[in-house]
């Protein structure tokens, strides 16, 4: 039976590995060590895990910002894809946000990675015509 629940520490090593998995070109700040604790400081509530039997098998972190919601780390293990798993993470997700007041959710898909469209779509998601910047402040 698959589980939604929010990240544990046991966790890391699994959620390490699905992302290696799931994005593999990511930068290092994307990485477990650094975006867990990261994520953990704030709404930790928001990083969900979905599990089966113990494993992890999916993520995903969300935020709200009083303003907008984001979703982020959507992944599920390429061995449980297509079961509905991803599906059952972004309902959990859209929950917990519409609950601290999020009245609209956005995300981002890289433009290598048309494929996922279709399962966003497919979760009432449209495209929007925007242009999305981004800049890497900090060190
Ligand atoms: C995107 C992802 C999370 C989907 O997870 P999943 O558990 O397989 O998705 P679900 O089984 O819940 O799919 C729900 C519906 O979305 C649609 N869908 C799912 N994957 C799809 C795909 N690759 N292409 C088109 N439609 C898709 C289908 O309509 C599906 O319903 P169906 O299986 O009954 O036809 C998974 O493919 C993944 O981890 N991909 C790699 C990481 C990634 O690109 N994440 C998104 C970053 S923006």
Known sequence: MIRVEAYRP???????????????????????AVAIPAKLAFQPDLLLVATEDGAVVGTVMAGYDGHRGWLYAVAVRRSHRRRGIGRTLIGEAEE??????CTKINLQVRATNEAVVGFYRDLGYAVEERISMG????S
Do not use: Y
């Open 135 to 138: 800049k890497a402040v900090g």
């Open 10 to 32: 046991e966790m890391e090593t699994q959620v390490d590995a699905l992302w290696r998995e799931a994005f593999p070109d990511d930068p290092p700040r994307n990485r477990a």
């Open 96 to 101: 917990r946000l519409a609950k601290i007041g």
